[in-house]
Nanobody, 118 residues
Framework: QVQLVESGGGLAQPGGSLRLSCAAS????????MYWYRQPPGKEREFVAE???????NYTPSVRGRFTISRDNAKNTVYLQMNSLKPEDTAGYYC????????????WGKGTLVTVSS
């Protein structure tokens, strides 16, 4: 089992920045690709970014060039640096970890809320 705890959410002004963190504990050796998803108010959860064990990254087009995902394997933590924030980035942000060997097993955190408003 893996436990994920997100932090770093809050209120930001348009054009501002926030950095989200997701700390993993438990069966750390089974951690594979890690992800950030978000769920805007009244909408479905959507993919934001992913980072593999080797550091390869992928982003949804709406955040590419503004958000940066990274991971510190020594600290078992994945980050999401969010710059040039827009009101449409307002959402609950959730961390997900896929099992390294059993791809059908995914672990989710409880989320952290990001609000972008003036």
């Amino acid at each position: 089992q893996v436990q994920l705890v997100e932090s770093g959410g809050g209120l930001a002004q348009p054009g501002g920045s926030l950095r989200l963190s997701c700390a993993a504990s438990g069966s750390i050796s089974s951690l594979g690709t890690m992800y950030w998803y978000r769920q805007p108010p009244g909408k479905e959860r959507e993919f934001v970014a992913e980072v593999t064990n080797g550091g390869s990254t992928n982003y949804t087009p709406s955040v590419r060039g503004r958000f940066t995902i990274s991971r510190d394997n020594a600290k078992n933590t994945v980050y999401l640096q969010m710059n040039s924030l827009k009101p449409e980035d307002t959402a609950g942000y959730y961390c997900k970890a896929r099992d390294k060997y059993l791809y059908h097993i995914n672990y989710w955190g409880k989320g952290t809320l990001v609000t972008v408003s003036s």
